[in-house]
């Protein structure tokens, strides 16, 4: 098994945000090769003492282990919640391709620009 430097975020959104427009802010700013927003799920939890349940989205973000800081700092303007779920998964091992694709994806706009 190789060692990859691709990642991917799993965060949620509540089914009121748009999860359209997030997803397009990370791959237009090249901090996300992709984002997949999935259907309606049903989340319980605990937060301020109380057992919550919500309705949210579930959302993949597919980027690379250099971008993680850069798409930490942006979910401070994006995200909706106070304390948004933020886990980062390595990857380690995948189709060659496919994290070739990943990287090239996420490269600095300015180097794409200067292309």
Known sequence: MESS???VILTT???SADADAFARALVDERLAACVSVY???TSTFRWQ???QTDHERQVMIKTTAGRVS???TRFAH???YEVPEF???TCADGGEAYLEWVRESV???IIHENS
Request: net charge negative.
């Open 5 to 7: 430097d691709c990642v």
């Open 13 to 15: 959104l509540p089914i």
């Open 39 to 41: 259907g309606e799920i």
């Open 49 to 51: 003492e109380r057992v």
């Open 70 to 72: 850069d798409v930490k």
């Open 78 to 80: 994006l995200h909706p």
């Open 87 to 89: 886990l980062v998964l």
């Open 107 to 109: 490269v600095s706009a």
